[in-house]
């Protein structure tokens, strides 16, 4: 699988995986509780500040920024439209910072980090019988597939530009579920193989 991850260090390449993650993980929870504009405008311009301190990196994820805003301003429209345009400030402010957050995260994190840093969070319920291993790697699966998501789309959409001079927009769902589809069964061929392997 292709991975977000820029090759180019920054700053925040240097931060522990398990720092980041739980300020992703406090700052996204806190959000939610509060319903102040002020607050979640201060949030969401230090997750700006933070988005712009990476440099050329973050400019290489623009596509995933351009996203990110179109849903934004849906989600805004939407709300004006059904007459609450204080929600749809509030719910856009919310989902901005944390998805800029998501973003840096991905941008500056191997996913062998993550994993690691989500077996240890983990490890407590084994005490319990549950398996964390396979719920760690169920999670880091999700996390993978996400960020691969957002690369293949990244790829079919260049090639279509290089051969139209066009977006792909709409005209890549089928391909791009394809391409995922095939991924998938890659990934649970190799799983199986490396169970069955394992069972001997």
């Known amino acids: 699988m292709h991975s977000l991850l820029s090759a180019q260090r920054t700053w925040l390449h240097g931060v522990s995986a398990g720092a980041k993650l739980s300020v992703l993980a406090i700052l996204g929870t806190l959000q939610f509780f509060t319903e102040s504009l002020v607050l979640l405008g201060a949030l969401t311009l230090a997750c700006l500040v933070l988005w712009i301190s990476l440099g050329s990196v973050a400019w290489g994820a623009r596509r995933l ?9 849906l989600i805004l429209g939407f709300h004006f439209w059904l007459g609450h345009p204080m929600l749809g400030v509030i719910s856009t402010l919310r989902l901005l910072s944390a998805s800029l957050l998501g973003i840096a995260l991905t941008l500056t994190t191997p996913s062998t980090a993550l994993l690691s840093v989500l077996e240890r969070v983990l490890s407590p ?3 319990v019988g549950v398996r964390t ?3 760690a790697l169920q999670l880091g699966l999700m996390l993978r597939f996400t960020e691969h998501f957002f690369v293949l789309w990244k790829r079919l959409d260049d090639a279509h530009r290089l051969r139209t001079g066009k977006a792909g927009g709409l005209r ?9 589809l095939l991924a998938a069964r890659r990934v649970a061929d190799t799983l ?6 394992q069972n001997r």
């Not at 351009?66 to 934004?72: D, I």
């Not at 890549?172 to 995922?180: K, S």
């Not at 199986?192 to 392997?197: A, G, K, M, N, T």
């Open 65 to 73: 920024l351009a996203s990110l805003l179109v849903a934004c301003v």
């Open 125 to 127: 319920l084994q005490k």
């Open 133 to 135: 291993e396979r719920l």
């Open 172 to 180: 890549l769902l089928a391909p791009l579920a394809i391409q995922m």
């Open 192 to 197: 199986q193989l490396r169970l069955s392997d």
